[in-house]
């Protein structure tokens, strides 16, 4: 396993931005960041990673970002030489995606793409009760987690919702679908009653994706990582 950059800080300085490198502002356990993540490797985009403590914000990062959020991306214009920043996940993958054609992952067909924007738009209605769950050990929001993953089992009309290899959509709605096993202790499994066949096979597809496995996060640092957001003592850099 490679070494996790440490998750910069309050008081820390920001590291110097070298000219003709890419930079990513993450947080290793950050889903939003993942969404970037992925992109950047699916397309094959060299990038430095600048780690994040999302609790104790940098004032530097502040500075350029006021809500403090990762994911961002940084770099120097090499025809001007003035530094660019974008925020936001869907807007630093699309614009990672516009920028380098090659292997591009938003389709063609304008209709699909709204499509498919549809369906990573609403994905709150995954995330909602995805943390509904983790806080109330069970006790809430697995009923509507599988009601309105129903929606994603219908839209899917081959091995991903990209078609035959993952599209975009794909990539963005998947980082919390890695996080589904950590909500195995507290009863909710998907497609445990079988009514989700079609997202069950979409996500073995995508655990054995090779874009996949390059940013997957060991599901055991997860585990610590979240048992320590949920008991608000949030901890980003284990020995």
Known sequence: MTSIPKHLKSGSECPPLKEKQLRLYSMHYCPYAQRAKLVLAAKNIPYEEININLVEKPEWYLAKNAPGQVPSLEWID???????????????????????????????????????????????????????????????????????????????????FGGSKPAMVDYMLWPWFERFPLLNDAGFQLNADGKLPKLAAWTKAMEANETVQKVKVPLELMKKFMNGYLQGKVEYDFE
């Open 78 to 160: 090499n025809n001007t030489k003035e530094i660019r920043f974008i925020p936001e996940s869907l807007i630093v993958s699309d614009f990672l995606d516009e920028t380098n054609p090659e292997n591009r992952l938003q389709p063609n067909d304008q209709y699909v793409k709204a499509q498919h924007r549809v369906l990573i738009e609403r994905s709150s209605n995954i995330t909602t009760p995805f943390y509904k769950i983790l806080r109330s050990g069970g006790k809430e929001g697995c009923e509507d987690l599988n009601k309105n993953l129903k929606t994603y089992e219908d839209a899917l009309n081959n091995t991903y």
